[in-house]
């Protein structure tokens, strides 16, 4: 069975078998039965044989049409966009239907907390989920942009106005670079590179509980991770985390597309990739009110 669990285990990753893509590297043929995660019969995946690789052997075709119902980059690319473009249109109305002035900031901080928490909710629903559900991904993409666009408002209020353009475009360039990389092949996404970015990943959330617990225990900034040199190199580790993420995101898309994954995997990329992107806009957001905040 695949893990369920984006954010930590990333879908694509099965616990028996470890990456789908690190057992059989797809060839110009059809990959080995062992090693496609789809092929699992007709029963379970009705596209893990290609209906046209018959005619394809008479006519010496050098490669087949995409089987209907299963995923491709246009599905990937669609269902992203709509999650994101969902975010984006939640975070630009509570933007401007939620003021942060002193006479309304605690009232839309809590709003925004708890859109937080409901987000939380949705997205761990879906993460153990074994199947895609639309309705679930937009619904979290809906209530983390009613965070996103509290938190930002806050942050171009009170610390610098540019700052959430710069978060926004700093994170557009990690995506860009990533991609760049990946399809370059300086990225390798490897069992070892895996197991290196999930223990990172663990300890760096261990990091930020403990830090919540000083800060409310102990008041102030509790280990110093939200300000000063220690909060900058916090900062950067984090948005590295997230352009791991992304390399694991993008192996998921590219394994999911050679393996004939059923188009409904699409709307897990889009779930993962947005995890990420929220994840990178967030840690670049934090790491430039720092900055900001010390000119």
Do not use: H
Not at 176 to 184: E, F, H, P, R, S
Not at 263 to 292: K, P, Q
């Amino acid at each position: 069975m695949r893990s369920s669990n984006p954010v930590f285990s990333r879908r694509g990753f099965s616990r028996d078998n470890g990456y789908a893509g690190f057992n059989a590297a797809p060839q110009a043929g059809a990959p080995a039965a062992g090693a496609n995660p789809y092929a699992q019969g007709t029963a379970a995946n009705p596209y893990a044989t290609n209906p046209y690789a018959q005619q394809d052997a008479q006519l010496g075709t050098p490669q087949a049409p995409p089987s209907p119902g299963v995923m491709t980059i246009d599905d990937v690319v669609t269902r992203t966009a709509m999650s994101l473009g969902t975010v984006v249109l939640t975070a630009a109305l509570s933007w401007a239907l939620l003021p942060v002035d002193e006479a309304n900031l605690g009232k839309s901080y809590g709003i925004a907390i708890g859109a937080a928490l409901v987000a939380f909710v949705f997205a761990m629903i879906q993460s153990f989920k074994r199947k895609a559900s639309p309705a679930l991904i937009l619904a979290y993409a809906a209530f983390e942009g009613v965070f996103l666009g509290v938190i930002s408002s806050a942050v171009s209020t009170y610390i610098s106005p540019g700052t959430v353009i710069q978060a926004v475009i700093g994170t557009m360039c990690v995506f860009a670079g990533v991609l760049i990389a990946y399809k370059m092949r300086w990225i390798r996404v490897t069992r070892r590179f895996y197991g290196f970015v999930m223990a990172a990943a663990m300890g760096f959330v261990l990091l930020l509980v403990v830090n919540l617990l000083f800060s409310v225990f102990g008041g102030g900034d509790g280990l110093g991770f939200r300000s000063g040199g220690l909060g900058i190199l916090f900062g950067v580790v984090g948005i590295i985390l997230g352009a791991c993420f992304l390399a694991l995101d993008f192996k998921q898309v590219e394994d999911g597309i050679a393996y004939g994954a059923p188009r409904e995997e699409s709307w897990l990329a889009a779930f993962g990739l947005t995890l990420t992107l929220v994840w990178i806009y967030l840690e670049m957001l934090r790491l430039l009110s720092i900055l900001n905040g010390n000119d």
